[in-house]
């Protein structure tokens, strides 16, 4: 915390993979997980609050070996990273 009215924080998380390769599904492809965030909120005078978040997410490789009813789905995805951008305001 900084003097003022700023608020800083960061943060970091690593989870491993949820599920193995053969029952991961091509909708929901997260493999093992590292998201790194930063952030800020500034409080104004008449207690209203403004805040904003950066957060990087890495999800894996994802590799898909799934094989079920409707055939098989074998792969990996190259990119599977997001960044998201969130803004919040309190009062």
Known sequence: ????????????????????????????PIDKQLRLS?????????RVKLGAVLTYADYGDAEINNGGDWG??????????ILFLGANIGW
């Open 1 to 28: 915390r900084t003097a003022g009215p700023w608020t800083h924080y960061i943060g970091a998380a690593y989870d491993t993979s949820p599920t193995s390769a053969s029952k991961r599904t091509a909708d929901m």
């Open 38 to 46: 930063i952030g800020t909120n500034y409080k104004f005078p008449k």
């Open 72 to 81: 098989t789905v074998v792969g990996k995805y190259s990119t599977n990273r």
